[in-house]
């Protein structure tokens, strides 16, 4: 195996024991898959994202997405509020809790990444 295989698995084991860490995430992986594309959407857009949005994004049945969206809900990760345009429309947001853990999340594996940009800004 090369070098940059090791470090590369070595990163990704980081990146694992650092999302269990920092998430809590029984064996699925759903709820990371929520989180990680409400707050990548939450960093790269200009609104919060639909749920309707959510539930067509992830490659899992429609059911599976919202029991989980709920149990985020529940658990302080994420935050619903209704569309200032459509009142048909509920939005989600990262919560400062799902936002803190991702941040953590990133300064425990900054030492694995060269020029890992900050999440805060």
Do not use: W
Not at 32 to 39: Q, S
Not at 61 to 77: D, E, I, N, P, T
Not at 86 to 107: G, Y
């Amino acid at each position: 195996m090369q070098t940059s295989e090791v470090v590369f698995l070595d990163l990704l084991m980081q990146l694992r024991r650092g999302v269990s860490r920092h998430f809590f995430f029984e064996s699925s992986a759903i709820p990371f898959d929520v989180l990680l594309i409400v707050f990548a959407n939450f960093r790269l857009a200009s609104e919060p994202m639909a749920i309707k949005s959510i539930l067509l994004g992830l490659p899992y049945s429609q059911m599976a997405v919202r029991y989980h969206l709920k149990a985020l809900v529940k658990r302080g990760f994420l935050i619903t509020i209704p569309d200032r345009r459509d009142r048909r429309i509920t939005r989600v947001m990262p919560s400062e809790k799902c936002i803190q853990s991702f941040c953590t999340l990133n300064a425990d594996l900054k030492p694995f990444l060269s020029d890992s940009p900050s999440l805060r800004s």
